[in-house]
């Protein structure tokens, strides 16, 4: 009855007679309105599910920045400070990257020839021109578990990885020859990563050359030399591997996997590249290189 009322009002007629008819007190009516949430109430508590649907369907790691560009792309309009209030209020906290620490130790005794291409420039105009690589590890019950991944620096996917219980040259390098067969370069293209071992081993430089890559290097005891990759990893072990605990190194396999070829790559979006995924910016480039060659 109370919103009959309500519509009267809005209507411009009388309260007086509209609690009449249904014979209720204006008191009543009025001690009711009181009550009702406001409208901008109501849409914060509409906001307020969709934010946590956001927040769920990220796995629980988008901050309010992400957020509210996710809603914006879903065709919500709200401000980025009133996904950020609401995600306070219902406390829904992102995931927050750790500083990284040092996996790689150089070879004093390899012979150095490379040097440092791309100076952190991390944002190439064309796909398979540039990438980038590096080696982490995740702790399980097992023991240790390695993993060296590829990068494409211009869309920050993931091209190629690797995962063993070892840090040796084989582990790059299956990472790479991953990388080249879902990708194939053009010859030129660029490999950066750290001066550790692996990278600067006969067995790695001689894959790059057998593909015409060529190697770059980042400077000694720089490791913002190599942030994308850093970067990544942080992300990964924030975002899931420090989530949980890893019985067997096949969970964590498979674990990554996941992450990498499902979230990743396909879901995640990603600030340095406007808060769109790999996956559509890579679909956005080429699309955009065929109708400037048409």
């Known amino acids: ?103 790689t130790v150089a070879d004093p005794k390899a012979k150095i020839t490379a040097e440092d291409l791309i100076g952190r420039q991390f944002q190439p105009a064309e796909l398979d021109v540039c990438w980038a ?71 790695f430089t001689r894959l790059l050359a057998r593909h015409g890559a060529r190697q770059s290097l980042s400077r000694p005891r720089q490791v913002w030399d190599n942030a994308v990759v850093e970067a990544f990893y942080s992300t990964l072990k924030v975002e899931l591997i420090h989530r949980h605990a890893w019985p067997t190194r096949m969970q964590a396999r498979q674990a990554v996997f996941e992450f990498v070829e499902v979230f990743y790559n396909r879901q995640r979006l990603h600030s340095s590249l406007g808060y769109v995924t790999p996956d559509a910016y890579e679909t956005c480039l080429v699309s955009t290189r065929r109708a400037g060659a048409a």
């Not at 060296?148 to 990472?175: P, Q």
């Open 1 to 103: 009855m109370y919103p009959f009322i309500e519509a009267e009002q809005a209507g411009q007629r009388s309260v007086n007679r509209a609690c009449a008819v249904m014979k209720v007190s204006r008191a009543a009516y009025y001690e009711w309105r009181r009550q009702q949430p406001s409208r901008r109430a109501q849409e914060d508590q509409e906001l307020t599910e969709k934010v946590r649907a956001t927040f769920e369907g990220s796995r629980q790691t988008y901050g309010a920045p992400r957020v509210h560009q996710a809603l914006r792309q879903a065709g919500t309009r709200c401000s980025r400070k009133r996904v950020a209030r609401l995600m306070s209020e219902q406390n829904l906290q992102g995931r927050h990257r750790r500083r990284w620490k040092r996996t």
């Open 133 to 203: 690589g590096d080696i982490t590890y995740v702790w399980t019950w097992e023991g240790w578990m390695y993993l060296a991944t590829v990068i494409d620096l211009a869309s920050r996917r993931v091209v190629g990885w690797a995962i063993a219980d070892h840090m040796r040259a084989e582990l790059v390098c299956a990472a790479l020859r991953m990388a080249i067969a879902q990708r194939r370069p053009r010859p030129g293209l660029i490999f950066h990563s750290d001066r550790g071992s692996q990278y600067t081993s006969k067995q």
